[in-house]
Each structure stands twice: as structure tokens, then as C-alpha cells.
């Protein structure tokens, strides 16, 4: 049975222009001029373009002592009703464990996702085995990309030496570095200075994470990855100093990506002044949010190209979670919702204000991400072939942001009472209708796991184009002898 959704105009990266597109078994067999033959879906008045791609989500994560609230259910059937069609989760080796276990485990998780799904794995800890089974992760299981974290100093943080390692296997490999940017030394420190001194509330967590801990990592992590010859992914970039380091290495050409997330574009630090405690700890989450200087940028970076994907980091936890850091903020879970908002969010704050336009909307929300991850065109694009993951958007639909309608498992909203213009009318998932005009109609087990090969055997990337050679040992004329 083929599915034909009529009277649209298609929307893509680099295109805008009206045509129909005929579904068959879940990919698009067809796209061109009145089309018949089928189930037809009307997008009059609407866009036709690639479903959402949120490439940063922890589902059903341990993490801070619980674990997130969204499991693979929850969290794709949210990213489906706002026109997320495929999420990318990071699979997290817990110390001394196989990173090829931790990946089975984390694929036990997702029997149930409504959505295809990815993994990024994490370098928790280094040695041999780490070593040995990134090549496995690569050449067997479909994995192209790899996470550091630079804080949580005592659980999940790598250090430089340990990152330095596993960014040259990284590149050996063919495949992607990633780095969550932030000094955890630094911030471990001035935590443990803000609780002794009594600042005990939420609003110290953002206190302990200025941006200058971000934007020296970014730094860091862009100066390691340039000597590994590896390129580099920076998630959750909120501030300026990440942004401009991210921008002068690509200047210098090296291949870097920054990745501001739908919350720091649209939320700000004035958040944590809140006088109501779980008002401000719903919003804790790393990197914090950030003034008007910082949003500005990441808006700069989004159309200028400098920054290249808009996340969501989506890592839910409710308010009971969150009250586990009354009377110290260093136990609030980390983390915020944003998989069902991202798209409308960015849609009604960029495209309707005139920041970005339609098609870079789409390149930023799916396109990009499925070229950078490697997994384009079979996702991000609009083309005969391609998985039918498309989200029918209808620019003229509103609603009110509210925890009440919400499809996330969690009992508040960070964007709670946000107007916004711009929908899906139509979800469809490899050619499942899972969202028709607000009614929810997802099937539990649809997802399938979207294998992603290495980008290229070797995937340099260099400021300074150079060929890697073994450092050439300089014959002396003469050597002292020690002790004249
Ligand atoms: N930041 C969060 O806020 N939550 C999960 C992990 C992270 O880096
Ligand atoms: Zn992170
Ligand atoms: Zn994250
Ligand atoms: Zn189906």
C-alpha cells in the first residue's frame, strides 16, 4: 500500500519547491507532479521536509545516582509529536567495563523506541581493551562517533592523556571525536568553594560553570584533536568562547562542528533567580544557561554556518529526581526535556523571526547532523530512495507549551507557557503515520537501529595540511661524553 502526500511544498537543505511524494514499503519510491495511486495525506498550505534528527539524547540514562525518566518509549514518541524522527543516545561504559557490553545493554533498552535510533559510544576510562574494542565498535557494530567527557571529574570525566589516546585511535579509525567541553577540575573546585560558603541553592550551579570553564575546554579538546588529526564535534556549545574557538579553528580549516542546543538559544540564565526552588532546579543542567550575549552568538553561529546542529541534550528527570539536591546543588540531576519543543521552538524563535530561513532550518535540525554522522541520504533528505522520515509542517499551527499535553514522561516543561507557531500536521516514521494532526498513533518496537560506517578509512584533519610520517631522527656529527 503507498502513501502519497499531496499538494505540499517540499523543503530540503538547499531547495524549495512544490511536488508530491509517493511512500512504499517506508522509503520514498517517488517524487514529482499530481501523483495517484494511494493513501493520500494533504499538505496544503504545509512544508514536506526531513523528519528531525536530535543527535544528543540519554534515554532511561544512570546517571547522579537514578536514572532519566524518558526511556526510548517516552522519548521518541516526544520527538515524533514536535517532528523528531530519529534520535542518536550516547552508550556509557561504566569504569573497567567492555565498551562492546555497554553497547548490548544500551541496545536492551530500545526494544520499545517508536523511531529508528543510533548510538555515540563514550571513553569513560582508557587501556588496552578500550583500545581494542573501539575497532570492533567501528568495523562491527555500526558505530562512527566517540564521547569524552571533560567534567564529572570522578565518574565519567576522561583526562588529556586519556583523551589524547583515544582521539588517535579516534582517527585511525575513520571515525568522529566528540567532547562534552567543560573543565572539570576547575569546576569540581569552585563547587566545593560555593557549598563551604553556604551557596547551597541552584542558582550556584550555574555559579560553578561560568564560560570561561566551557570555552577553555573547547579550546583544549579543538588544540588536542588538531595533534590527534582528528576531527571533532563539540556538543552543547552555549557560550562565546566556545562558538569562537569553534570558528577560528574552522577558519584555519580544520573540521570542527558545534552543537548549541534549543534550550540555550531560547532559555537564559535569569532562569535560576527564580525565588521558587524547583522552578530554577528543573532548569540545572550542564552547560547552564547563559545571558543574552552568549544567545546572541549561537543565533550568529546558526546562520553564518559556524555552528552546524541544534540538539536538545534531552536528559529528563522529574521534580521528586530533582529534589534530590535540596540543600546542595551538586546533587540535582543534570538535565532538561526539549525532544517534543526543539523543532516548533526553533521554528517560531528562527525562522518566523527572519534568524535563519526555512532551508537552513532543515539542515540544522536533520540535514547536517546525517551528513556529519554519516548516515545521509538514507536520513536528513528528501529524495527517491531515502527513508520516508518526514515531518509535514505546517507553519500556520499554534499551541502553548504545557506539561499538561506533553508526551514526555516528566510532570513540568522547561519552555511551560511558550507560544508556538509552526507544527507537525503529519509525523511519519519510515512511512508509519505516527502523528496525524495531533493525534498520536506510534508503535511501540517500530524503531530499528541505524547502522553509521566509518567516515573514510582515514579522516584527517589538520590546521596545517601535512602527511602523517614517522618524526625523522637527525644524524649528529659528534655527541658529548657526560661528566667532562
Ligand atoms: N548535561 C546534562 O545536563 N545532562 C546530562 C549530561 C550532561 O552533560
Ligand atoms: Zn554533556
Ligand atoms: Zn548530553
Ligand atoms: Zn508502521
Redesign the pocket.
Known sequence: MSTIIKNGTIVTADLTYKADVKIEGGKIVEIGQNLSGGKELDATGCYVMPGGIDPHT?LEMP?MGTYSADDFESGTRAGLAGGTTMVVDFALPSPGQSLVDALGMWHNKTSRATADFSFHMAVTWWGEQVFNDMATIVNEKGINSFKHFMAYKGALMVDDDEMFSSFQRVGELGALAMV?AENGDVVAQMQAKLLAEGNNGPEAHAYSRPAEVEGEATNRAIMIADMAGVPLYVVHTSCEQAHEAIRRARAKGMRVYGEPLIQHLTLDESEYSNPDWDHAARRV??PPFRNKTHQDSLWAGLSSGSLQVVAT?H?AFTSEQKRFGIGDFTKIP??TGGLEDRMPMLWTHGVNTGRITMNEFVAVTSTNIAKILNMYPKKGAILVGADADIVVWDPAKKKTISAASQQSSIDYNVFEGKEVTGLPRFTLTRGHLAINDGKVDTREGHGEFVKRPPVTPANKALSTWKEITAPRKVQRTGIPATGV
Do not use: E, I, L
Open positions: 540519554h546517571f562534552h543542567m550542564s541534550d536528559c543534570n538535565g
